[in-house]
């Protein structure tokens, strides 16, 4: 077995269900990752692995009843005391651990990865495992390092903690509205739900009836692993562009989506046009940045230069721009604070928002509850959200370039077309952005394509995403045109992503 093929990030990954590719996450490979976790967790706690609970929550694919038996007969076998949390939020499976008398948790899911796919993701109180924590795992399961079997199996006990978490989203709204009908503080406002036939349903049902919203117009809120009608993913166009019909077609107030897990989310306004990427920032920003004057946003490295001036002159905080992945961020965010730097956001323009005053948490349902609180509060003031986003300028065009690194170790050759980009773009008189953290990113000014492009090596792949904005029609194109003059004496790269973008 190559367990480290299973590796993705900070998660575990693999094809869970019969399709077009070989199973790899069968039932022996999940419960040796369960076991390898009970090992590595009583470790940290300095506790016998049969002292340990383990809360245990999948979403909704098809495999997941599946992966939660093994998962928790594993733990069970070795003495684990098992939470059986059900069909659940990936990010309520971090709160668990805060709520509930449990010493870690884990959760089945993929994202929104095809239906085939499913995996793990590891939390104790102090958050989700790193990527070295992933290694150790794995490393265990490698060497079959793992606890023996107890004389006394642990009890496994069904948990509905989906109930607990909702009623605490319920009460942020009512703390955050604070309406003459404290309990029903919605009442008047239409907001659309799509949950994508993933795990976040609940939020229409638990969440936002209960407190008067009108959720008529709300779809695919019933779990169905096999996602039937459309990719549960904020990012994916199809998508937005469902939610986007849906309020229109209503009338409503706000539409909002999640993804299968439900740790990402994205808005629609009552106009149909979408609140994601650089406007969902923008709008996290202006939340987060209420009572923290001065305060620094941590983002990905591809938001727009609009969006940095929006945070810097509109609303008076710091842009600290960083690595792709939504761990790198959070982390990134946390180095800052520890260092004294007041720094209550990390978001990245996927969706992933973590908020210092909710742990730092990636937690679409969160994201989404914050957002409804602002819209509350600004309709009291003759206001709404469009009102709060009109300063944020926004590119004409944007567009991404995916590059095949064609050579073996794709690394070394990323990192070198990088670094012969940076001489390239000195002799060329480029203007090289100060705070370049991931890759390269380069500005042109008018007359010269007006905008900017980011060449960087993808965390994973053997890819160099080449992201390019411009504030002028046609302008992408100039840009895109200096630079294959550059890219065409790099070796190791396939270039024909780039002669058909430019061919357009």
């Not at 549960?232 to 469902?242: D, H, K, L, R, V």
């Not at 928002?353 to 509060?377: H, P, S, W």
């Not at 965390?459 to 302008?475: R, Y």
């Amino acid at each position: 077995m190559n367990w480290k093929q299973l590796k993705s990030g900070t998660d575990i990954r693999g094809v869970a269900a019969e399709g077009q590719k070989p199973v790899t996450l069968t039932d022996p490979v999940v419960a040796t990752l369960a076991q390898a976790f009970a090992g590595w967790l009583a470790e940290k706690k300095q506790k016998p692995v049969s002292d340990l609970t383990i809360a245990v929550g999948r979403d909704s694919r098809i495999s997941g009843p599946r992966i939660r038996d093994a998962v928790s007969a594993a733990l069970s076998g070795i003495g684990v005391s098992v939470l059986d949390c059900g069909l659940a939020s990936t990010p309520s499976m971090f709160m668990v651990t805060v709520d509930l008398p449990c010493d870690g948790s884990i959760q089945i899911t993929a994202s929104h990865h095809p239906w085939d796919r499913n995996g793990l993701k590891f939390f104790t109180r102090e958050g989700g495992l790193d990527a070295p924590d992933i290694d150790n795992l794995l490393a265990r399961c490698e060497s079959n390092t793992l606890p023996g079997p107890a004389a006394v199996a642990g009890a496994v006990t069904p948990t509905d903690y989906m109930t607990q978490y909702a009623a605490h989203l319920r009460e942020l709204i009512q703390k955050g509205v604070n309406a003459p009908d404290y309990d029903h503080p919605l009442e008047g406002f239409h907001i659309v739900v799509d949950a994508g036939n993933g795990a976040g349903g609940f939020y229409a049902r638990d969440v936002l009836a209960p407190l008067g919203a009108d959720v008529s117009g709300s779809q695919f809120l019933e779990p169905d692993g096999m996602f039937p009608n459309h990719i549960p993913n904020p990012e994916n166009e199809e998508a937005m562009a469902s939610i986007c019909g849906a309020v229109g077609k209503a009338q409503a107030d706000l539409g909002v989506i999640f993804d299968t897990d439900v740790d990402r989310g994205g808005a629609v306004d009552a106009r149909g046009q979408e609140i994601n990427r650089n406007r969902l920032v923008a709008l996290a920003s202006a939340i987060a940045l209420e009572g923290n004057p001065g305060g620094t946003v941590v983002t990905d490295s591809i938001t727009s230069d609009g969006l940095k001036d929006y945070l810097e002159n509109t609303l008076g905080g710091h842009h600290h721009r960083f690595k792709r992945g939504y761990k790198n961020v959070i982390n990134e965010a946390l180095r800052l604070n520890g260092e004294g730097v007041n720094c209550p956001l990390a978001i990245e323009t996927s969706g992933h928002a973590a908020m210092r005053e909710n742990y730092f948490l990636d937690d679409g349902a969160y994201l989404v509850t914050k957002i409804i609180i602002k819209m509350a509060q600004l309709r009291r003031e003759g206001k709404d959200l469009d009102s709060l986003l009109a300063p944020l300028a926004e590119p004409a065009e944007a567009a991404e370039v995916r590059l095949p690194i064609l050579e073996e170790d794709f690394r070394a050759c990323g990192n070198q077309v990088i670094a012969q980009l940076e001489g390239y773009a000195r002799e060329q008189g480029w203007q090289i952005a100060p705070d370049n953290r991931e890759g390269l990113r380069v500005s042109f000014p008018q007359g010269e394509g007006d905008g900017w492009f980011l060449l960087r090596l993808s965390v994973h792949d053997p890819i160099m995403p080449l992201n390019m904005e411009s504030n002028v029609a046609g302008g992408v194109k100039v840009i895109a045109q200096k630079l294959q003059a550059f890219l065409l004496t790099c070796k190791g790269l396939d270039h024909q992503p780039m002669a058909d973008f430019l061919a357009k």
